[in-house]
């Protein structure tokens, strides 16, 4: 019973992800020129929408990762989840650290994007880095 909820829980979290890629790579709504918004300074390029889909990518492991840390008796570093944060925890604060990222580059003027995109990428490749010396990997079914 475990391991059908766990394959469950997997697939509905891939149908989640595939959600929001598909979500970000549809771009802006048809309303959006007609109420005139600034599509030159808001509008996402190929590549920023790249950066932010590997971002989120990397997030998610990062998340899987220390889901699996905790099951296995880790501690976590991370000082706002604390040292043995529950699962809803660790997706609440994955939620909300995705979010506040993709939401500060999407008001962050265009020069500044892919900046910050690349340095969310390249923290979340660190701690999936650090995650797999430590011996934690993602397995995908």
Known sequence: MLVAYRATRTRRALVAAGCVAAAALAGPPRWAAAQRLAVVERSWSPSYVALAGAFAVALWIDAAQTRQAVRRGY???????????????????????????????????????????????????????????????????
């Open 75 to 141: 501690e976590e570093l991370n000082p706002v989840l604390g040292s043995h944060p529950s699962a809803g925890q660790i997706n609440t604060y994955t939620a909300v650290a995705g979010l506040a990222v993709l939401g500060a580059a999407a008001v962050a003027p265009r020069r500044v994007r892919p900046w910050l995109l690349s340095a969310a990428l390249v923290v979340e490749t660190l701690a999936i880095a650090g995650n797999a010396r430590a011996g934690l990997a993602v397995a995908f079914p």
